[in-house]
């Protein structure tokens, strides 16, 4: 019996592919033809919106650059006016498979076929959206954005996969990546900035050859036809040429798009694999042997690393969309590197942080790669063609959004979550929420601490635990900045913010307050979209450089800075103390338990971060990653 199914355009016929688990853990994509032409849209809907203010050219010709924005629940298209305004745009979610059983918990995975044909989905409603609304106009690139480190295996011969792709939220690579580390989980970290975890793609690499038969048998006779990729070198594989060309897809296989596609990802992609020297920019064989080891994977089974933004290729006809043959493909950026670079952040001091489930919290450190001593992650953040490469800190913090969303359903003391704003004390009045649900992540790695609420007393009451929850966010956020700094002895300038949790107006400026710069939310909030279409436009001269890039990005509003140093200093002390009530609640060995407070600390806290992060996305399906 098939597990899934999804739908896949392919020429002039529409297929069904059914994957199918085998008792030998290798996934099969059986193909038949099926009579579903024309109601496409009755099994699968993507929602579709165009906004016609910011079109200025009704009646001429209107040129637009396209961002693919492909994430853990959902894919978007979404056009561009060279002003940085969307004019239109379609988002289609995608089924999540949690495979079953005893020996499967924690795994997650997704069809990559769907994740394609949902891709191409939203392209043809942005194009038969604006159609419609008889609006001409030209899209000059295409950019994309990516769930980061989600990979996936496949057949160059056929372009079938493997396997289904492995989600970057997945553990079940932690005996993998413990086992790599032998007691050191840094021992790769001075090339690749990371330590060795399940997060990173390189761990799901080796445990698709270590459980794919398939694989095994065509890594062994024909090395040449595997290629690895993640998500960003997938869509980039499915519909482009590597010249400027029109035709047909291969017909040597019925059961793929293209088997002819580029291949290639970008640096900041390539930096998330455990395989590349972030100093150099290449992949390095010793590290690919020592993640994949006893297999031997030849650096041709991975994409070339190219810079974040030139012309990689171009769009052939696998999408069946006219209005797009020919297009430069011409960016591409993994999704928390493109917020950063969507938010403008080009000067090294100048970060982002994304509130959303958890927050992520990404610093511009510059040209050079500052390694980290305070169990942030070193990564690189982009590169503009031929130009230096920049690097970037970056650390997160599980529980932001969701913290508001424990307050709703579990103790059910509000009912709505702006409620939290408006519910909220003028002060905390000496009360601390420390919502380590599951431990504290940077800067602590308290794997044994756990939530708590100190310092009430009988005059407290939901409003003062409102405005607790909303503060611990920002807390946390000052701790990362605390470490980045300390790390990169670089300065904090401001704080561009984007994500759900900028729209609570007292949490920004409890974050202005508490780390002491201005906090600064953008007009447009869509920043990692907007990111792969910077990136695109830049690399074809929509846009000439990053000057006039940044002239585009305007200032919705900014909270400045307002309590007095011996305030901060006051609250700062307080949360300090609330954290250390927090430790020591789990002892080592605990059933459930990821790890204790000593050695390994950052890789159990990245296993923790998966956790957090997969458990916030099924609460909040519609979001992106």
């Not at 297929?15 to 193909?31: M, Q, V």
């Not at 993994?334 to 994304?354: C, H, I, M, S, V």
């Not at 909220?424 to 939530?451: E, I, K, M, Q």
């Amino acid at each position: 019996m098939p597990q899934a199914a999804s739908y896949l355009i392919v020429s002039s016929q529409t297929f069904l592919y059914c994957p199918s688990t085998h008792k030998n853990k290798a996934l099969t994509l059986e193909a038949r033809p099926c009579n579903l032409k024309g109601t496409m849209s009755t099994f699968m809907r993507a929602n579709t919106n165009i906004d016609l203010d910011v079109i200025t050219n009704k009646n001429g010709n209107n040129e637009f650059v396209g961002s693919i924005d492909q994430g853990t629940s959902s894919s978007r298209f979404l056009v561009f006016t060279k002003a940085g305004e969307i004019a239109a745009w379609s988002q289609m979610e995608h089924k999540q498979h949690f495979p079953t059983g005893e020996d499967k918990s924690g795994w997650h995975e997704h069809d990559p076929f769907e994740i394609w044909n949902n891709v191409v989905i939203c392209m043809k409603a942005v194009v038969k959206i604006l159609a419609e609304k008889k609006i001409q106009f030209t899209i000059k690139a295409i950019g994309i954005t990516n769930q980061r480190e989600t990979t996936i295996a496949w057949d160059a011969t056929t372009g079938v996969p493997y396997y289904n792709a492995i989600v970057w939220d997945d553990t079940r690579t932690n005996s993998i990546a413990r086992k790599i580390a032998n007691g050191n989980p840094d021992r790769l970290r001075k090339k690749t900035g990371l330590p060795l975890a399940s997060y990173f793609a390189g761990t799901k690499v080796r445990w698709l050859l270590d459980n794919v038969p398939e694989l095994q048998a065509d890594l062994k006779s024909k090395p040449e036809k595997i290629r690895f990729g993640t998500i960003d070198t997938w869509i980039l594989y499915q519909f482009s040429w590597a010249i400027k060309l029109t035709g047909t897809p291969s017909k040597d296989s019925a059961t793929a798009p293209n088997i002819n596609g580029v291949f290639l990802t970008d640096v900041s992609n390539a930096s998330r694999w455990l395989f590349c020297d972030i100093a150099t920019v290449k992949w390095d064989q010793g590290l690919v042997d020592a993640v994949c080891g006893p297999h031997s994977v030849p650096l041709s089974a991975l994409p070339e690393i190219r810079s974040s933004s030139e012309v990689y290729g171009y769009c052939s006809n696998t999408t069946e969309i006219s209005e797009l043959e020919g297009v430069p493909v011409a960016g591409v950026l993994g999704d928390q590197q493109a917020a950063l670079f969507g938010q403008t952040a080009f000067a090294p001091g100048e970060a982002k942080n994304t509130y959303g489930t958890g927050m992520f919290l990404m610093m511009n450190t510059g040209t050079t790669p500052i390694p980290s001593t305070h169990g942030l992650l070193t990564t690189i953040g982009y590169q503009i063609g031929a130009e230096d490469v920049v690097y970037a800190l970056e650390g997160s913090v599980s529980h932001s959004g969701s913290t508001i969303q424990w307050l709703r359903d579990q103790l059910q003391i509000i009912e709505e979550a702006p409620e939290s704003e408006s519910y909220a004390t003028d002060s905390n009045d000496g009360l601390y929420f420390v919502p380590a649900f599951a431990g504290l992540f940077a800067p602590h790695w308290r794997s044994d601490a756990r939530a708590c609420i100190v310092g009430m007393t009988a005059s407290h009451h939901k409003g003062h635990i409102c405005r607790a929850a909303l503060e611990a966010a920002a807390y946390q956020a000052r701790e990362v900045f605390d470490a980045i700094d300390k790390d990169s002895k670089v300065e904090l300038k401001s704080l561009k913010v984007d994500g759900g949790g900028t729209n609570n107006k007292l949490l920004m400026q409890f974050q202005a307050d508490i780390i002491n710069v201005p906090v600064v939310k953008p007009k447009i909030m869509e920043t990692t979209a907007m990111g792969a279409a910077f990136s695109a436009g830049l690399a074809v001269g929509v846009w000439k450089d990053l000057k006039e890039i940044r002239e585009l990005w305007s200032v919705s509003s900014t909270f400045s800075p307002s309590m007095t140093e011996k305030e901060r200093e006051k609250n700062w002390a307080g949360w300090q103390k609330a954290i250390s009530k927090s430790f020591g609640w789990v002892d080592e060995g605990d059933d459930g338990q990821l790890g204790s407070n000593t050695g390994n600390s950052t890789v159990s806290f990245l296993l923790m971060t998966i956790v957090a992060f997969g458990a916030g996305m099924l609460l909040e399906a519609n979001r992106r990653r």
